[in-house]
């Protein structure tokens, strides 16, 4: 077993416990340092798989704009920040779903052959020669739906309503 | 002369087309024509138009006896095909020959005159429009019926008038005898009529594929055609039996129209209906129309002998199976009724022996003379307000012109010349006595139709004597009886002159130019033909008519009464008459065992397995909606979740379906 | 350059998305139910990105490896907006209902 495949079972096991963390915990602002260490974990997944810029953007707008942007939602929906979530039952039925889902895709997608094989280490100039001609349409895409977005969130939480 | 009234033969559609219009226009407004008699006036003067009309095309054929026009649209046609070999069509027309003109003016002068009437005698009804609109609607009806050129369209017509039957017995629908009299008259003519429907199919279905000249009968649309008559003499062999089955189905028909045994239950019970129409409608033209087909089924299609001995024994039959019990009945209208029965039964006994136009002349002198009777006794009824002849006695004081017109009809129904119900029944006793020699089955049925001629003098001077002779009336609380307005007296008078002369108009230059068959062949025995045994033979009838009467007169002229001794045979035969030989209470028996069973069955099949269906399929669905609707939980994590197993379920799909899918795709 | 197993990266990615939709069924907060769904779109992520690298990628003409990369790039911007407009609503939720339970808002009205 290589060195890297070692980092990847480690990283592996720790975002999931992480995530399954975030999701059980009680405490609301637990949840959220589980899943900043879940965003940071994955980061180190992408510097294992050769792509440090993605790395580095997991980092940027999931482990700091998303975790703080969802930490600032419980702040201002709580009166307390340390307060318990109200105990939710666990029903058969998602577990279920959920199992059968991750049997699913295991079973159907471990049909693939061979395995990854990370480039070597690329500049981030080519990705963004690629994201800004091949891909532009799709960058100009995601910023209009960034813009709707942004008007849609205002218009959500604009005062003055009812 | 001539030329110019055959032209008229191409107008006769507008004959039955002006009462239609009528009825159009008394049924939409006739509620606001007050001054018009709620549109009386206006069904009175379309009638008279029509008479017009009617009376010009019958001098048109007088003159000119052979042409006849057939105005034809084809409403559609099938193209030739395997299983008719020579295809297929439906046509309208009018056919103008001897024959249809005849019955025209029988239709158009009774109806216009019965209008007429209507305006005294019905003033103080209430649906005045509503009457008046279904008396046009059945002008219109019958007139297309003597005038259709095809079978299908006769009994498109055939059945129109049967609705307007329907309709005018149950005039007085709020009371409960009169809705249940036009209920009988309906279902029972129903029987005949569906069977008369299974008989144009059997037609349809020899001549639709027999072989050549002449028997493309239903390709051409059924036509009343003369080229090739009858039809049926050059199909007879193979396909006899069937034909006799088809004959038989006409003849119940006609039976059942014309009220001949055993169907003959309905018309007395018919007399719920305003006099009117009786007169009209169960009198003069409708039931006679059962005649008319016969006699046109006889001429243009032809009947095995097997079929013309039924129609001899039925006709014979009810001659004098209904002249009983006019015998003994006491209301006025129902004794004329079973009288019209009677005489119906001549006719079709004079079809069946194979002289129609001997039985459509009696058809147009009874016509005549039965709705003068009608009439007459509803100037009675109109002045005393009773149909009971033992309430009645000594009117002829006070109705002078109605009890002479009622003379006149009894007269001629009797058959006492020079009346005309005695030419036309002389006729047919001697037409029939005629090949009675050929056909010695034919011998019983005229012996029966000869004792009914006696019968018939008695029953109808019996009503004669009990209503308008002695010096009183038997019920005092009676009002005081006078005659009717001059639209009531007028139509008795017209009708008695023709009670008085339509025997005699055979006499007329041309006349008798109605009475043949296209081809110049006479088909009217009298009065030319006079033998020793034919005059020994009107003997004999005008002495029974006249003994008849004599012995009317002897047991209730001056007012007598006759009473039968309690528990003797007499009373216990008036009894059974009086029931009417039980056939009604055996009908009602047999029609609520049979009919309430399959009823009951049906009831059954429809509360159970047609409604258990639907409300089953009610309830499936209301419950899948219900358990669906429970889906509908508005949180979200339940639609997440159905979300994801609808995800699986494509997935497992795409697994399953995936490779063949794929196989599919890349073999196309 | 050593390589990395489908086998071992397929775990990881389907038991991520297995958490996800757990979380997903089960959560009734808002932000719990946000948080979940970020975790299931880092599975999608991290799919592009190693998928990027396998070999039939890297080796064919019409593919390009970093292709999977810019998609990655996009969809964490896409996974972005939505949870600013998720907290947008969380807070309107919390205004209008003074809750942050999903499963108190389950009518379309107010």
Redesign the interface.
Known sequence: M????LA??AL?IV??AT??L??LVRE?VH?ILW?GI??VD?AA??FL???P??GV??LG??AG??TI??L???M??RKRIFSR??A????A???A??????I???G???Q?????????S?SVA??ST??FN??AP??LL?GL??LA??A???Y??REGRE | MTGGLASLFGWAFLVPLLPALAFIVIGLFGTRLRRLEYGGWIAVGAAAVSMVLALLIALGEMASPDTYTSLSYTWFSLPANPTFPYGFSLVIGTLVDPISSLMLIVVTVVGFLVLLYSIGYMHHEHGLARYYAELSLFLTAMIGLVLSNNLLEFFLFWELVGVCSYFLIGFFYEKPSAASAAKEAFLITRIGDVLFLLGIFIFFYVYASAGPAGLHWASSGFLFAYGNLPFLAGSLGANTPLLTIAGLCILAGAAGKSAQFPLHVWLPDAMEGPTTVSALIHAATMVAAGVYLLAMTSIFLGFTPTDQLAIVAIGGFTTLFAATMAVVHTDIKRVIAYSTISQLGYMVLAVGAGFAMVGLYHLFTHAFFKALLFLAAGSVIHAIGTQDLFKMGGLKRHLRVTGAAFAIGGLALAGIPPFAGFWSKDDILSSVYSVAGSHPDYWPFLIMAMAAVFLTGYYIFRVWFLTFSGDRIRDPTLPTPHEGPWVMQVPLIVLSGFAVGAGLLIFLPGFANLFLLPGGVAALGIPPTYGTTDLLLSVLGVALGGGGILTAWALWGNGRMVELPEGSLWSSGRKVLLNRYYFKVAYDAVGAKAVYSVARAADFFDQFVIDGTVRGIEQLFSRISDRMRRIQSGVVSDYAAYVVAGLLAVFVLLLLVGPYLVNWVGGG | MTTLPVGDFLALASGLVAISIFGILTRRNFILLLIALEIGMNAAILSFVYFAAFPQCVTAATCHPLTGQAIAVVVIGLAATEVAVGLAIVLALHRIRGTTNVAEADSLKL
Do not use: K, R, W
């Open positions: 290589s060195l890297t495949e990847f079972f592996a975002a999931i995530g399954l975030a999701l609301l949840t899943i879940f965003f994955l997944i992408y798989l050769e792509a810029f993605l953007l997991q707008v999931y704009a998303v942007l969802l600032f939602g419980i201002v929906t979530d109200a939710t039952g666990v029903g039925l998602p577990i779903l959920a199992v059968v889902t991750f699913f895709l295991i159907a997608l471990g693939l052959p061979g395995s990854a094989v990370p480039a070597a690329y080519s990705l690629l994201l091949t891909e799709y960058l995601l739906v960034m977005a942004l849609g969130a205002i959500l939480v």
